[in-house]
């Protein structure tokens, strides 16, 4: 269990991110497979993953000797591609998303006589993910709330029913990508309901309809479900890393985004579950400038200029006064936004915080710089 100060000082990090893996999935996946039957292992597993739960079946079945074969979307992160390949399993790449992969899955099964490996509605797979409920009972024996990101639920119920099993009165709150809230709609409504696809940087929760026995259990044992953007889980993820030090996926850093943005009570002592680390490194660097500039860390700022001799030294001179640093500047003389005479000046500027963007903004219009949109 980690903790830091910058993300709060009733925050506890449950680190799945650090597993063999890099997330929570080989509990589930490891459970599954170890359950089989002889007859079912002689068959081969199948399983359908966006990259951790195939990981996981990879792992669990070449340590059992068992072949595995793995259907992930094609769009998944390379990363994950070739580290499930690394664990000894079959890789077939999907067009479309997870749920693409789920159906090309199950139609290998029935052809081919695999033994399907649900990635979250399978009971001994959720069974699996509730040891890390019964962690954190241990580790933070006080603990009022858990926090768990939801993808088709597996996760989450099985920490719910560990967690309110053995103390009913904590809290379990799931959180999901805003553009992607399956089991948040699902919750509201009172029934299964697959949601239209969005674009989301958590590809580990992006699914559209949540499994029939997961929802039974997230509507029994789970006290609430919010959502976060993506603006601020990138934020979270530079959190992380600035914090505890600690590598998160998008999916992983939900948990902590809800807590720091205000979508759960912060004021109880929380466990955010960290549920996995394997980000793509090349999207990396793109997330941790969107991240930064969710807080404030970096901002881009247009104004329109004479062009005459030394303006342009002028503004920056402003600029320098603030205490902000320039990371890059753009100088346009031809644009559909300028007159004849004029020019735009676009500034990527490092800054301290949303209160020191607002203080540059108000010193330059003060000034009599008119900042364009």
Not at 146 to 171: D, E, T, Y
Not at 180 to 186: A, H, L, T
Not at 326 to 355: F, G, P, Q, Y
């Amino acid at each position: 269990m980690v903790t830091s100060t910058r993300l709060g000082k009733n925050l506890f990090i449950k680190s799945e991110n650090l597993q063999k893996t890099g997330s929570f999935k080989i509990r589930g996946a490891y459970n599954k497979i170890r359950n089989l039957s002889p007859e079912e292992a002689s068959h081969g597993v199948i399983a359908c993953s966006a990259g951790n739960h195939a990981q996981g079946v990879a792992l669990s079945a070449t340590k059992l000797g068992i072949r595995s074969v793995i259907c992930m979307p094609e769009g998944a992160p390379i990363l994950k591609v070739e580290a499930t390949r690394g664990y000894g399993a079959d890789v077939v790449l999907v067009p479309g998303i997870y749920d693409d992969a789920a159906r090309e899955a199950q139609r290998l099964a029935r052809e081919e006589g695999y033994t399907f490996a649900h990635p979250f509605n399978d009971p001994y797979v959720i069974a699996g993910q509730g040891t890390i409920g019964l962690e954190i009972l241990e580790q933070v024996p006080d603990v009022e709330q858990v926090i768990v990101p939801i993808g088709g639920g597996g996760l989450v119920s099985g920490v719910a029913v560990a967690v309110k099993s053995m103390r009913p009165n904590v809290k379990v709150i799931g959180v999901q990508a805003a553009t992607v809230p399956s089991m948040f709609v699902s919750h509201r409504v009172g029934e299964i309901t697959t949601v239209k696809d969005g674009a989301t940087i958590a590809d580990g929760i992006h699914v559209l309809t949540p499994g029939d026995l997961t929802f039974r259990i997230v509507q029994e044992y789970v006290d609430d479900i919010v959502t976060v953007s993506e603006d601020e889980i990138a934020a979270a993820i530079v959190a992380l890393l600035e914090g505890p030090k600690t590598v998160a996926e998008g999916a992983g850093a939900t948990s902590v985004a809800a807590f720091l943005f205000g979508k759960v009570d912060t004021s109880l002592k929380t466990v955010s579950v960290v549920s996995g680390g394997n980000v793509d490194i090349t999207t990396l660097s793109r997330i941790i400038t969107k991240g930064l500039q969710k807080t404030g860390r970096i901002v881009q700022i247009s104004t329109k200029l004479t062009d005459k001799a030394g303006n342009l030294a002028q503004l920056l001179s402003c600029v320098a006064e603030t205490g902000a640093n320039v990371l890059d500047i753009a100088h346009e003389r031809e644009d559909a936004k300028t007159e004849v005479n004029s020019c735009v000046v676009t500034m990527t500027l490092e800054t301290r915080d949303a209160e020191h963007v607002r203080k540059i903004r108000d010193e330059l219009m003060r000034r009599g710089y008119r900042l364009l949109d």
